[in-house]
Nanobody
Framework: QVQLVESGGGLVEPGGSLRLSCAASGSIFSIGVMGWYRQAPGKQREVVAS???????NYEDSVKGRFTISRDNAKNTVYLQMNSLKPEDAAVYYC?????????????????WGQGTQVTVSS
C-alpha cells in the first residue's frame, strides 16, 4: 500500500560524505514526521534525525553539526546529508514516515519503514 525506498548508502572513508534518500510511494493522503534511524551490529535501533512536515528538525547529539535532514514534500522524499563521517556512524540506516492513508471510513495513520541501506565508514 505504501512503500519507502532508500538509496545512497555505501562505503566511505572517515571524514567523507554520503547523502541518503528515501522516497515514499503508494496510496498516500499525507505524510507527517519523517525520520532516519540506524542500527549497528549488536546495538538497538536509534533515531538519528527527524523532520516535521513544516521543516522543524531534531538530531541525535552525536550527529549534530555533521548531519542534515531535509525533505521535499512534493516528492514525498526525505534526505540525510552526512558529512565528516566517523567509523562509529557505520550502521544500517532506515527511514521512517508517519503516513496517513485514505480508507473507506476516512484517513488512518500508519508508521512505515524502509528496507534499510548499509553505511560503512572505513579506510
Amino acid at each position: 500500500q505504501v512503500q519507502l525506498v532508500e538509496s545512497g548508502g555505501g562505503l566511505v572513508e572517515p571524514g567523507g560524505s554520503l547523502r541518503l534518500s528515501c522516497a515514499a510511494s503508494g496510496s498516500i493522503f499525507s505524510i507527517g514526521v519523517m525520520g532516519w534511524y540506524r542500527q549497528a551490529p549488536g546495538k538497538q535501533r536509534e533515531v538519528v534525525a527527524s523532520i516535521t512536515r513544516p521543516g522543524s528538525t531534531n538530531y541525535e547529539d552525536s550527529v549534530k553539526g555533521r548531519f542534515t535532514i531535509s525533505r521535499d514534500n512534493a516528492k514525498n522524499t526525505v534526505y540525510l546529508q552526512m558529512n565528516s563521517l566517523k567509523p562509529e556512524d557505520a550502521a544500517v540506516y532506515y527511514c521512517n514516515a508517519d503516513v496517513k492513508v485514505m480508507t473507506a471510513w476516512g484517513t488512518k495513520g500508519f508508521s512505515y519503514w524502509g528496507q534499510g541501506t548499509q553505511v560503512t565508514v572505513s579506510s
